[in-house]
């Protein structure tokens, strides 16, 4: 059974960072591609940033081009998202996802809340 | 970017009805469209991709059509568990982009 468990979300000060991580399990996480989707409260899906199997290619939204930095470690199974410089209108759930590449998103993990404020 | 637009943006339906949501992409996407189900606090869950591909699990009233700019998800016969939110979503391209959901409500 495919898992995916976020963590590493909290309370952080605008300007702060926070590193979010994401274990899977349940699948060859090596072979697939992995994604950051966030959700602020009461809105829409945004995309944030895709990473490949072999973290070749990296592809971020233009809200958070430098200012997040994704990654992956694939003997222990996790994808990172390291956030710094956070705005207020980071505030979100984030999820971790995983698709084959340039593809759609299989599953989902159930989300770390990243709230920013002062 | 491509501008995902879905329509309606909410709307109220039975138990039994058949509804259809449409998806418009603002320059062609092919095939490259899924749809998403969101219950309030649960992450999404992958419904349709390859704009018509049915994902394994789950229901066949569930079934989407289309391709280039417009898109359709239909709900054959609304069931009490389908009331949720939907999305779609376009993979043609980066930035990956969704629509801004449809939330399908109980009349």
């Known amino acids: 059974e495919v898992q995916l468990v976020e963590s590493g979300g909290g309370l952080v000060k605008p300007g702060g960072s926070l590193r979010l991580s994401c274990a899977a399990s349940?699948?060859?996480?090596?072979?697939?591609?992995m994604n950051w989707v966030r959700q602020a409260p009461g809105k829409g899906l945004e995309w944030v940033s895709s990473?490949?199997?072999?973290?070749?290619?990296?592809y971020y939204a233009d809200s958070v081009k430098g200012r997040f930095t994704i990654s992956r470690d694939n003997a222990k199974n996790s994808l990172y998202l390291q956030m710094n410089s956070l705005r207020a209108e980071d505030t979100a759930v984030y999820y971790c996802?995983?698709?084959?590449?340039?593809?759609?998103?299989?599953?989902w993990g159930q989300g770390t809340l990243v709230t920013v404020s002062s | 970017a491509i501008r995902m637009t879905q329509s309606p943006s909410s709307f109220s339906a039975s138990t039994g009805d058949r509804v259809t949501i449409t998806c418009r992409a603002s320059q062609g996407i092919s095939s490259y469209l899924a749809w998403y189900q969101q219950k309030p606090g649960k992450a999404p869950k992958l419904l349709i991709y390859a704009a018509s591909t049915l994902q394994s699990g789950v229901p066949s009233r569930f079934s989407g059509s289309g391709s280039g700019t417009d898109f359709t998800l239909t709900i054959s016969c609304l069931q009490s568990e389908d009331f949720a939110t939907y999305y779609c979503?376009?993979?043609?391209?980066?930035?990956?982009?969704f629509g801004q959901g449809t939330r399908l409500e109980i009349k």
């Open positions: 996802a995983i698709s084959d590449s340039n593809s759609h998103f299989d599953y």
């Open positions: 990473i490949s199997s072999s973290s070749s290619y990296i």
């Open positions: 349940g699948f060859t996480f090596s072979s697939y591609s």
């Open positions: 979503q376009q993979y043609y391209s980066y930035p990956i982009t």
